[in-house]
């Protein structure tokens, strides 16, 4: 069912509500308040016992005109929802923002892992009640994604805001259709983790006007989004449009994508294959990598290749197209669209297919749209690529070689941490192997790439360092993750001064199984 409620002139509408959708958090991707605008939020607590939420409003922006945006810092309140409660709060009230200006950000809130979880709904819109819309919260992002609604152009304005709540970056891809199926634009852009962007369609893709047809969004990371649609002659109607798409499973290349769920396929060199439902005829294995480039003949006398992937089952049909992003080797022109090349190996020959990759916009990945696997390549004249200034935003960060015995060190006076694959001498070989156990370096959980993980449904696993020298350490720490994938429940730490000594046991079995870092002083 549905609910309708209004303010001076408009009309909102909020959909029911079941039990099983009760979230201990929430996110509301968008928000405007102060200059003529405001926001209200309203949780309610469905069960008997009272809820703690704690309220933060981030990404906050005050919007000039004709100049930069001022950014705020975020804020963070807290409220206690009694049994069957309920809580309903302005937006600019309850964060006592300023009144300086036009200001967006988003909203999240989070009770106490031993709820049950909230319901609720944002409602925003003019402060003179002309118009106004609503929203639910978003605890679970998608992958693959449609916004049934279009209109922009001829008096009317849609916008988008797509939000990033990963630990990693999102490289988004947004295609427009139109009511006979044609495609009519394309923009891709990466978001970093926490990154918000909210944007009239317009803004997104360059000359875009029109009115009917489609939207379609993919993501490498699940991502949380919705549309809202109005005049831009006047003030009187604003809409929201709920994405409806798929949250695809991610998973390593090498296993076994199942046809009726697809799936988000990733490999450690950073490249992504989006697969959706049912594109695949029956279950399929497919692997995915990234195209080594520099190795490969030049696609004309001026143009060189500058990025590509390579699928296998090689010629693997998908009914729907499939998505597939990488990173490339030359930073490129953002926005360019560059033809898809089909890459034949054993004769060294490219042949033009009839999709295009599209540049993002940090001009570091490249992603395209195809019907069957196969090795992929995009070139661009050679003029018209730099080099690269950094990694790539999507590409996991190779770290330094593992070796298996270590030269003797003098004792180091760098803050760093020790223990990285430059030290490590064996280990218990059983990792997971997508997250292999070369990828433990020093602040690996600040990059996009992948840290260390145990392989599925192993009791334990183990890594063995020599330091190469005496040291006088304070302390020890390991994440634990229980939220995310690793599952860690406990740690111990083992010492001794010389190989042949035994071991020694600075302490054992500590609770690791929580989503934040276990510290032990060491003595």
Same mark, same amino acid.
């Given at each position: 069912?549905?609910?309708?409620f209004k303010?001076?002139?408009?009309?909102a509408?909020?959909?029911?509500?079941?039990?099983?959708?009760?979230?201990r %958090?929430?996110y509301f991707a968008?928000? &405007?308040?102060?200059?003529?605008? @405001?926001?209200r &939020?309203?949780l309610?607590? +469905?069960d008997?016992?009272?809820q703690?939420?704690?309220i933060?409003?981030?990404?906050?922006a005050?919007?000039? &005109?004709?100049?930069?945006?001022?950014?705020l810092p975020?804020v963070?309140?807290?409220?206690t929802?009694?049994?069957?409660g309920?809580m309903s709060e302005?937006?600019?009230?309850?964060?006592?923002?300023?009144a300086?200006?036009?200001?967006?950000?988003q909203i999240?809130y989070a009770v106490d892992?031993n709820?049950? #979880?909230?319901i609720?709904?944002a409602?925003?819109?003019? %402060? /003179?009640?002309?118009?106004l819309?609503?929203?639910?919260?978003q605890?679970t992002?998608?992958?693959?994604?449609?916004? =049934?609604?279009?209109?922009?152009g001829?008096?009317f304005y849609?916008g988008?805001a797509?939000?990033?709540v990963?630990?990693g970056p999102?490289?988004i891809s947004?295609d427009t259709?139109?009511?006979?199926?044609?495609?009519?634009g394309?923009t891709?852009f990466?978001l970093q983790p *926490?990154?918000?962007?909210?944007?009239?369609l317009r803004?997104l893709i360059?000359n875009? =006007?029109?009115?009917g047809?489609?939207?379609?969004?993919?993501?490498?990371?699940? &991502?949380?989004t919705?549309e809202?649609?109005?005049s /831009?002659?006047?003030?009187?109607f604003l809409?929201?449009?709920?994405?409806?798409g798929?949250?695809?499973k991610p998973? +390593?290349?090498?296993?076994?994508?199942?046809?009726?769920d697809?799936?988000?396929v990733?490999?450690p060199d950073?490249s992504?294959?989006i697969?959706p439902?049912?594109?695949?005829s029956? @279950?399929t294995?497919? @692997?995915?990598s990234?195209?080594?480039t520099?190795?490969?003949?030049?696609?004309?006398a001026?143009?060189?290749?500058?990025? *590509?992937?390579?699928g296998a089952p090689?010629r693997?049909p998908?009914?729907i197209p499939?998505?597939l992003?990488?990173?490339?080797?030359?930073?490129a022109n953002?926005?360019s669209?560059?033809?898809l090349?089909?890459y034949?190996a054993t004769?060294?020959q490219y042949?033009? %297919?009839?999709?295009f990759a599209?540049v993002?916009?940090?001009?570091?990945?490249?992603?395209a749209?195809?019907?069957?696997?196969g =090795?992929?390549?995009i070139?661009a004249p050679?003029?018209?690529?730099?080099?690269? #200034?950094?990694s790539?935003p999507?590409?996991?960060?190779?770290g330094p +070689?593992?070796a298996?015995?270590?030269?003797r060190? =003098?004792v180091?006076?760098k803050?760093?941490?020790l223990?990285? +694959?430059?030290?490590?001498?064996?280990n218990?070989a059983?990792?997971?192997?997508?997250n292999?156990v070369q990828?433990?370096?020093?602040r690996?959980w600040t990059t996009?790439?992948?840290s260390t993980?145990g392989?599925? #449904?192993?009791?334990?696993f183990?890594?063995?360092?020599?330091?190469?020298?005496l040291?006088?350490?304070?302390?020890a720490r390991?994440?634990g993750?229980a939220k995310g %994938?690793?599952?860690?429940k406990s740690?111990?730490l083992?010492?001794k001064?010389?190989s042949s000594?035994p071991w020694?046991?600075?302490?054992s079995?500590?609770?690791?199984?929580f989503?934040?870092?276990s510290?032990?002083?060491?003595?």
């Amino acid at each position: 069912g549905v609910e309708t409620f209004k303010n001076l002139s408009d009309i909102a509408m909020v959909k029911a509500f079941a039990l099983s959708e009760q979230s201990r %958090t929430g996110y509301f991707a968008h928000l &405007v308040a102060q200059g003529g605008y @405001d926001s209200r &939020v309203t949780l309610v607590n +469905p069960d008997s016992v009272p809820q703690t939420v704690v309220i933060t409003a981030e990404g906050l922006a005050v919007l000039g &005109v004709n100049t930069a945006a001022q950014t705020l810092p975020s804020v963070t309140v807290q409220r206690t929802i009694p049994p069957h409660g309920r809580m309903s709060e302005s937006v600019a009230q309850m964060f006592n923002l300023p009144a300086i200006g036009l200001i967006t950000g988003q909203i999240r809130y989070a009770v106490d892992a031993n709820s049950s #979880g909230l319901i609720g709904y944002a409602d925003y819109g003019t %402060t /003179d009640g002309v118009v106004l819309a609503s929203v639910a919260p978003q605890s679970t992002g998608y992958s693959d994604f449609f916004f =049934s609604q279009l209109a922009d152009g001829m008096g009317f304005y849609t916008g988008i805001a797509v939000l990033n709540v990963n630990n990693g970056p999102a490289t988004i891809s947004l295609d427009t259709f139109d009511n006979t199926g044609r495609h009519t634009g394309s923009t891709v852009f990466t978001l970093q983790p *926490g990154e918000r962007r909210a944007r009239l369609l317009r803004e997104l893709i360059p000359n875009f =006007s029109q009115v009917g047809g489609y939207a379609h969004l993919t993501s490498t990371r699940p &991502v949380l989004t919705y549309e809202i649609f109005g005049s /831009d002659q006047s003030t009187k109607f604003l809409a929201n449009v709920p994405a409806q798409g798929n949250w695809l499973k991610p998973q +390593p290349s090498g296993d076994i994508i199942t046809s009726v769920d697809g799936a988000n396929v990733f490999s450690p060199d950073g490249s992504y294959l989006i697969v959706p439902p049912l594109a695949l005829s029956t @279950d399929t294995k497919i @692997d995915v990598s990234s195209l080594a480039t520099q190795n490969l003949p030049r696609t004309s006398a001026n143009e060189v290749p500058i990025g *590509g992937m390579q699928g296998a089952p090689s010629r693997t049909p998908f009914d729907i197209p499939a998505r597939l992003t990488f990173p490339l080797r030359f930073q490129a022109n953002p926005g360019s669209q560059l033809v898809l090349l089909d890459y034949e190996a054993t004769t060294g020959q490219y042949s033009r %297919t009839p999709f295009f990759a599209t540049v993002d916009d940090s001009g570091r990945n490249a992603s395209a749209e195809i019907t069957q696997l196969g =090795s992929y390549v995009i070139a661009a004249p050679e003029s018209s690529v730099a080099p690269m #200034g950094g990694s790539s935003p999507i590409n996991s960060v190779t770290g330094p +070689p593992y070796a298996d015995s270590v030269a003797r060190a =003098s004792v180091s006076t760098k803050t760093a941490s020790l223990a990285n +694959p430059k030290t490590m001498i064996r280990n218990s070989a059983n990792f997971y192997k997508a997250n292999p156990v070369q990828h433990l370096w020093n602040r690996s959980w600040t990059t996009s790439a992948l840290s260390t993980a145990g392989g599925m #449904g192993i009791g334990s696993f183990w890594m063995e360092f020599d330091f190469g020298a005496l040291y006088n350490l304070s302390s020890a720490r390991l994440f634990g993750d229980a939220k995310g %994938t690793w599952w860690s429940k406990s740690w111990t730490l083992q010492y001794k001064l010389n190989s042949s000594d035994p071991w020694s046991t600075a302490f054992s079995g500590i609770n690791a199984f929580f989503n934040n870092w276990s510290t032990q002083q060491l003595s």
